[in-house]
């Protein structure tokens, strides 16, 4: 099994809703990533896990609250959004320090209204 | 932190012709290097990439250099195809992080 797999792939939210996106993989991969993509951009890196810990923080306004509650699976939970973060929030996982492979998961299309 | 500049923006070739797309990194301590082809509302899917003890790598049609002492990298794709046409990025890690470039768009044209 070498899929990242995300759900939602869709999520319409109001500003003042809690939701989660979820985040699994079960390559045995230690570091798990969450990204932000809007149109025309590249990915813009949130926050990195290794090894279960928080390892990463961009900066990422505290509306997003990232969780790892075991070694497969990512959470990010979303409160009080606003229109600008409507994105392409992408999940990725890679084996280990140094030069490996990140692998994406397909994405959760996320909409603020 | 790691910086990571991408050219051009946009990139239209005749079909079969080469494209070539450059980066150029910032940390000397990123140590792989990998490029991404992204089609439209789909995931990054890696193509290529080189680590930072080798210079040169191929793949088909596919091929990326590296020049460590310059920090630049570039990636070469020869007899371009339509299904080419899509968002490339380059991307250099260092340790767990992952850093893009801002993306080429290229068009292969009929």
């Known amino acids: 099994d070498t899929e990242v797999t995300q759900t939602p792939k869709h999520l319409v939210m109001g500003m003042t809703n809690k939701k989660s996106l979820k985040c699994e993989q079960h390559?045995?991969?230690?570091?798990m990533y969450w990204y932000k993509q809007k149109a025309k951009k590249p990915p813009e890196l949130m926050f990195v896990y290794s090894y279960e810990k928080l390892s990463i923080n961009e900066s990422v306004p505290s509306r997003f609250s990232p969780e790892c509650p075991n070694s497969s699976l990512l959470n990010l939970h979303l409160h009080a959004l606003q229109p600008e973060d409507s994105a392409l929030y992408l999940c990725a996982s890679r084996q280990g320090a140094g030069s490996t492979e990140a692998f994406f998961g397909q994405g959760t299309r996320l909409t603020v209204v | 932190g790691e910086n990571v500049e991408q050219h051009p923006s946009t990139l239209s070739v005749q079909e079969g012709d080469s494209a070539v797309i450059k980066c150029t990194y910032s940390?000397?301590?990123?140590?792989?290097f990998p490029w991404y082809k992204q089609e439209l509302g789909k995931r990054p899917q890696l193509i290529i990439d080189i680590r930072s003890n080798v210079g040169e790598k191929k793949d088909q049609r596919i091929a990326v250099t590296l020049n460590k002492t310059a920090k630049h990298f570039s990636l070469h794709i020869t007899e371009t195809q339509p299904e080419d046409s899509a968002v490339y990025f380059c991307a250099a890690h260092r340790d767990d992080k992952i850093i893009f470039g801002k993306g080429t768009r290229l068009h292969i044209l009929p």
């Open positions: 390559m045995g991969h230690r570091a």
């Open positions: 940390d000397s301590a990123s140590n792989y």
